[in-house]
């Protein structure tokens, strides 16, 4: 669990099961922001973003390494969405677009890697 400035906390409950369908492997956390009600949030990291992230940090592309990449960048994209005041969607996508627009992703994924 990590709190921000702004009191919130985002919590990693869980990777979600048979997302594959999607083409994407889905991290499910619980956001609070207090005094609004937890919610449940879906980080879908989709299919090519998870290659890329792969490619960029040196790691074998696997279900393993997509469950660690989906966890971290879907942290980090959450406690900076809640550090800046931004809604916060019940579901959302981390795709090659994204990533190009956030390297702090990547580099969530490499701490977490221990790289």
């Known amino acids: 669990m990590t709190t921000t400035e702004t009191t919130g906390a985002v919590m990693f409950q869980s ?22 009600h ?13 290659k890329q992230l792969a490619s960029e940090v040196g790691a074998e592309d696997g279900d393993e390494f997509r469950a660690l990449a989906a966890q971290a960048a ?4 959450l406690q900076d969405r809640l550090a800046k005041g931004h809604p916060i969607e019940a579901v959302s996508y981390i795709s090659h677009a994204l990533l190009a627009t ?11 890697l221990g790289k």
């Not at 937890?38 to 998870?50: C, F, M, S, W």
């Not at 879907?74 to 994209?77: F, K, L, N, V």
Request: glycine content about 8%; cysteine-free; overall charge negative.
């Open 15 to 36: 990777i979600g099961v048979g997302t594959e369908i999607w083409g994407a492997t889905q991290a499910n956390f619980l956001v609070s922001l207090p005094p609004n």
């Open 74 to 77: 879907g942290e980090a994209y």
């Open 38 to 50: 937890a919610k449940e949030v879906a980080i879908l990291l989709n299919d090519p973003a998870a």
């Open 102 to 112: 956030r390297p702090d992703l990547i580099a969530a994924v490499q701490a977490a």
